[in-house]
């Protein structure tokens, strides 16, 4: 598949199931992207389907199964978009996030390799259940454990606001979880 150049096109990205709840169009919403008039699309539809996928199949449904539904907070990323978001963060604007596109490649850049040839996808969500049952500080080491004693991830990163986390899938997992929440920084399972 091409890179989308027109409604239908796009449109029939957007209608690829990833798996059994998530389709492509749930992956390309943007908040950057609306804001700023730009198109948030794979430049390799195929490699960000095939990545997609994983994520999906892998981490998103078991996670969904488990804990409820996911609301996608951000998921795919162009690298147009994500790199405004970098320079814009890094003018200090408030509500932009994003990691430089180098550091986003085989993350929420999901048709990108990383600096050493591997794939990955990273996904923000939220688990509105999950958050409704436990919101005492901390209570996002739950989830952590879960998903680290269940599933192959690449990496989680916990932020505080409804213990949204990027879940990352990639094919050379690190298992690595850190939180903006407390307690923040490294976190081991032990912990």
């Not at 040839?117 to 952590?144: N, R, Y």
Request: a neutral charge; hydrophobic letters at 40%; proline letters at 4%.
């Amino acid at each position: 598949m091409r890179k989308p150049t027109s409604v239908s096109t796009l449109d029939k990205l957007g209608r690829v199931r990833l798996s059994k709840h998530f389709f492509m169009r749930d992956m390309l919403h943007s908040e950057i992207a609306q804001f700023h008039g730009l198109m948030n699309a794979p430049e390799d539809p195929d490699l960000a389907i095939e990545i997609g996928t994983r994520l999906c199949e892998n981490l998103l449904e078991p996670i969904q199964e488990r804990w409820g539904r996911i609301t996608i907070r951000s998921a795919y990323r162009s690298p147009e978009v994500n790199a405004l978001g970098n320079r814009l963060q890094a003018e200090g604007k408030a509500g932009y996030n994003c990691a430089s596109n180098e550091a986003n490649a085989a993350g929420h850049i999901w048709d990108r390799l990383d600096a050493n040839g591997h794939k990955g996808a990273t996904a923000c969500i939220v688990i509105p259940d999950f958050w409704d049952a436990h919101q005492a500080e901390g209570d996002w080491q739950i989830l952590a454990r879960w998903i680290d004693a269940n599933l192959d991830y690449g990496s989680l990163y916990f932020f505080p606001t409804l213990w949204a986390v990027n879940v990352q899938w990639h094919e050379k997992s690190e298992r690595r979880v850190d939180s903006y929440a407390v307690p923040k920084g490294r976190w081991s399972a032990k912990s």
